[in-house]
T-cell receptor
Framework: QKEVEQNSGPLSVPEGAIASLNCTYSDRGSQSFFWYRQYSGKSPELIMS????GDKEDGRFTAQLNKASQYVSLLIRDSQPSDSATYLCAVRGSGTYKYIFGTGTRLKVLA | NAGVTQTPKFQVLKTGQSMTLQCAQDMNHNSMYWYRQDPGMGLRLIYY???????DKGEVPNGYNVSRLNKREFSLRLESAAPSQTSVYFCASSESRLAHNEQFFGPGTRLTVL
């Protein structure tokens, strides 16, 4: 089992819809969770971070964390074609300086 | 602030050649990382340096060496390049003494080994 798992997609949503991206992780002691967006040919950039169970909202983005289920998600409301990118989930493990990345989910927002 | 910088941006090597990828950060971060990214594989950690003076292997260290030259700079060396090392290489840094701090990435180096 991979340490951080994501559906590779592509996930296609119409413009204006809600895009839901999911990530599961295996280390129950993980402390911090990050969502990065990566456009083709570019480097990853941070979208959201979350550390506590529940929801965290920032503009059109909401991160959700459920440590009991070892599950973290990212919701993008009012999706725009400019949101089309690969979204990477990253997890900071317990007692480590390492960040483990999933393989990413490719999102396509259709105009 | 430039953030995280990497040189070169592109490189083509022949099998067996050596080269060093350079990375520098101006955010006074204690930790630095080297990743490679291949299609469908996500970001895989090659080596990292939790703090100045320390380096540790990541998931895919074979064929690579690193040097943490000082707090700002972390280099990645390929001693004898192989076609399997064709990839995009990203350097990242983090103030990782706090678990909640994120990583910041450089622009990447696109390496082709023929």
């Amino acid at each position: 089992q991979k340490e951080v798992e994501q559906n590779s997609g592509p996930l296609s949503v119409p413009e204006g819809a809600i895009a839901s991206l999911n990530c599961t992780y295996s280390d129950r002691g993980s402390q911090s969770f990050f969502w990065y967006r990566q456009y083709s040919g570019k480097s990853p950039e941070l979208i959201m971070s979350i550390y506590s169970n529940g929801d965290k909202e920032d503009g059109r983005f909401t991160a959700q964390l459920n440590k009991a289920s070892q599950y973290v998600s990212l919701l993008i409301r009012d999706s725009q074609p400019s949101d089309s990118a690969t979204y990477l989930c990253a997890v900071r493990g317990s007692g480590t300086y390492k960040y483990i990345f999933g393989t990413g989910t490719r999102l396509k927002v259709l105009a | 602030n430039a953030g995280v910088t990497q040189t070169p941006k592109f490189q083509v090597l022949k099998t067996g050649q050596s080269m060093t990828l350079q990375c520098a950060q101006d955010m006074n971060h204690n930790s630095m990382y080297w990743y490679r990214q291949d299609p469908g594989m996500g970001l895989r950690l090659i080596y990292y340096s939790a703090s100045e003076g320390t380096t540790d292997k990541g998931e895919v260290p074979n064929g690579y060496n690193v040097s943490r030259l000082n707090k700002r700079e972390f280099s990645l060396r390929l001693e004898s390049a192989a076609p399997s090392q064709t990839s995009v290489y990203f350097c990242a840094s983090s103030e990782s003494r706090l678990a909640h701090n994120e990583q910041f990435f450089g622009p990447g180096t696109r390496l082709t080994v023929l």
